[in-house]
Nanobody, 121 residues
Framework: QVQLVESGGGLVQAGGSLRLSCAAS????????MGWYRQAPGKERELVAA???????NYAESVKGRFTISRANAKNTVYLQMNSLKPDDTAVYYC???????????????WGQGTQVTVSS
C-alpha cells in the first residue's frame, strides 16, 4: 500500500509562516508530479502548487511570490513553505502524488488525509 502523511498545519496570525511536509511511503517504484491542493469551507478543492520530479513548478496565481514548493526525491517528500499568510489561505491542505508502484504498473493518483491551516486576522 501507498500512504501519504502530511504534517505542519496549524494556527498562525496573518503575515506569519508555516511549512507543510508530506511523505509518501509504502510500495513505490517512482513518483512523478507531487503537489498541494486546498479546500476551504463551501468551496471546491483547488491546486495550490505542484512540482515535477525534474523540479518544474506550477503555482496558483493567488499564492505566487508567497508560497514555495520543493521536494526531496530520495525521500519521496514534498514541502510547501507558506509565507505572508492571509486569512484567505485558511483551508484544509491536501498532499497529492502521482505514483508508480512497480516498473510494470501504471501511474496512480494518491491523496493525503489533509491538514488544517488557519490564518487569523
Amino acid at each position: 500500500q501507498v500512504q501519504l502523511v502530511e504534517s505542519g498545519g496549524g494556527l498562525v496570525q496573518a503575515g506569519g509562516s508555516l511549512r507543510l511536509s508530506c511523505a509518501a511511503s509504502g510500495s513505490i517504484f517512482s513518483t512523478n508530479s507531487m503537489g498541494w491542493y486546498r479546500q476551504a469551507p463551501g468551496k471546491e478543492r483547488e491546486l495550490v502548487a505542484a512540482i515535477t520530479s525534474g523540479g518544474m513548478t506550477n503555482y496558483a496565481e493567488s499564492v505566487k511570490g508567497r508560497f514555495t514548493i520543493s521536494r526531496a526525491n530520495a525521500k519521496n517528500t514534498v514541502y510547501l513553505q507558506m509565507n505572508s499568510l492571509k486569512p484567505d489561505d485558511t483551508a484544509v491542505y491536501y498532499c497529492n502524488a502521482e505514483i508508480r508502484k512497480t516498473y510494470f504498473s501504471g501511474v496512480r493518483n494518491y491523496w493525503g488525509q489533509g491538514t488544517q491551516v488557519t490564518v487569523s486576522s
